[in-house]
C-alpha cells in the first residue's frame, strides 16, 4: 500500500504522536479516575485518545484516498515558524518573566502587544503597524476583561515597575 497524500500521511502522524505522548503522560503522572468521578489526567488522557483517533484516521485516507498532486510536501516555510514560535515563547517569558536569567514579568498588556507584533512579522508583505497597535489593543482589552475581570485570575497586568509609581 502507498501513500497517495504524503501531507496528510504526516500530519496523522503528528496527530497520532502527540496525542500518544499526552496520553502517556496524563497516565503516568496524573490520577486518571473515572467518569463519574474524574482526576487530574482524566481529560488530557481522554484528549490525547482522540487525537490518536483522528491521526489514525487521517493516516488511513491519506493511503486509500488518491490526490490530484500527490500531496506532496514542499519546502519549509521558515519565517512563519520562527515568527509564530517565537511569538508565544515571548508571550510567555514576558506574561511570567524569567527570574533565573533576571527577566521580570512585563504583564498580560505587554506581552500580549509583543505577541502580536511578533506574530504579524511572519508575513514579510503585510506588517502595517497601525494594524497591530489596533488588533493588539482588541486582544488586550477582551483579555483582561475574560481572564482578571470575569474570571478573576490572579496575573500581572502591568510591568511591575508601572506598578511601583
Same mark, same amino acid.
Given at each position: 500500500m502507498s501513500i497517495k497524500s504524503q501531507k496528510d500521511f504526516v500530519s496523522g502522524l503528528?496527530?497520532?504522536t502527540t496525542g500518544a505522548a499526552f496520553a502517556w503522560n496524563s497516565a503516568t503522572a496524573y490520577t486518571i479516575g473515572s467518569a463519574s468521578q474524574m482526576g487530574p489526567g482524566y #481529560?488530557? +488522557?481522554v484528549l490525547g485518545l482522540v487525537l490518536v483517533l483522528l491521526g489514525g484516521f487521517i493516516m488511513f485516507f491519506s493511503l486509500v484516498?488518491?490526490?490530484p498532486d500527490g500531496g506532496v510536501i514542499g519546502e519549509i516555510a521558515w519565517r512563519p515558524l520562527v515568527c509564530i514560535l517565537g511569538a508565544n515563547?515571548?508571550?510567555g517569558a514576558l506574561l511570567g518573566g524569567v527570574p533565573s536569567?533576571?527577566?521580570p514579568s #512585563?504583564? +498580560?498588556v505587554v506581552a500580549i502587544f509583543a505577541l502580536t507584533g511578533v506574530a504579524l512579522l511572519a508575513d514579510a508583505t503585510s506588517f502595517n503597524l497601525r494594524r497591530m497597535l489596533v488588533l493588539s489593543s482588541i486582544?488586550?482589552?477582551?483579555s483582561y476583561l475574560v481572564f482578571i475581570s470575569l474570571l478573576n485570575l490572579q496575573m500581572p497586568v502591568w510591568p511591575a515597575f508601572v506598578n511601583a509609581f
Open positions: 503528528m496527530f497520532t #481529560f488530557p +488522557l484516498v488518491e490526490t515563547l515571548l508571550f536569567i533576571g527577566i #512585563f504583564g +498580560l486582544l488586550a482589552a477582551g
